[in-house]
């Protein structure tokens, strides 16, 4: 089974588990997430990045300094800003949050409902979603020389043709290792994976 069709099941547990919605950024690397899934109202999700939230976000800041889970309802999470007051005009009313990893590559999840508080198996049974999710796309710490030569030869401008020839090798060849590049980054197109594997320094 591809990591796409492992996300897709995953990602189809968290639609039943969350109701009022999901956001899961995995591996945010250099403030970035190599993949963000998210169901939450549209309505909700303009006015947050028109407001410009995600830097006063408390689950933001918790995520970066904390791992396991936590209720967006738990006294110790300071909110200023009264995000969660915002949160709520949206119908996120109740709500948990995962953060997992190393700082490096943390993944951080939330998800909501309006009805009442999530309870303690269902925060357990998203955080191992989370994890799980963020195990099965690791990023590659290295790429084969192959597969950088082939994704330089395209970020640098060249065609299939022009690739293959400069790399002394067929054009189906050149595919070949594109399309092993892409697998490894777990990008749809060449261009998505040239702009991954620049992301994390393999190019």
């Known amino acids: ?6 996300i897709d099941l995953k990602l189809r547990d968290l639609d039943r588990l969350a109701p009022g919605g999901y956001f899961v950024g995995l591996h945010i690397r250099f403030t970035a997430p190599l993949m963000t899934f998210q169901t939450y109202d549209k309505a909700w999700l303009d ?9 006063r976000d408390p689950m933001t800041a918790w995520g970066f300094s904390e791992t396991g889970a936590i209720r967006w309802s738990d006294p110790r999470l300071p909110d200023p800003f009264r995000l969660f007051d915002e949160a709520k005009k ?10 997992c990893g190393p700082i490096r590559s943390r993944t951080i999840a939330s998800m909501a409902r309006d009805d009442r508080e999530f ?3 269902e925060i357990e049974t998203f955080e191992l979603i989370v994890r799980e999710m963020h195990d099965m796309t690791q990023p590659p710490e290295e790429l084969t020389r192959a597969q950088i030569e082939a994704l330089r030869c395209v970020a640098g401008g060249d065609r299939h ?10 054009e189906s060849a050149l595919k070949a290792r594109l399309n092993s590049a892409r697998a490894r980054l777990m990008a749809r197109t060449t261009a998505e994976a ?3 594997a620049k992301d994390f320094r393999l190019l």
């Open 90 to 99: 949206y119908g996120l009313i109740y709500g948990a949050t995962v953060s």
């Open 194 to 196: 040239i702009q991954r």
């Open 1 to 6: 089974m591809s990591i796409q069709s492992r």
């Open 47 to 55: 006015h947050y990045t028109a407001n410009g939230y995600v830097l």
């Open 119 to 121: 309870d303690l198996t």
């Open 161 to 170: 043709a022009a690739a293959a020839a400069k790399l002394g090798i067929s």
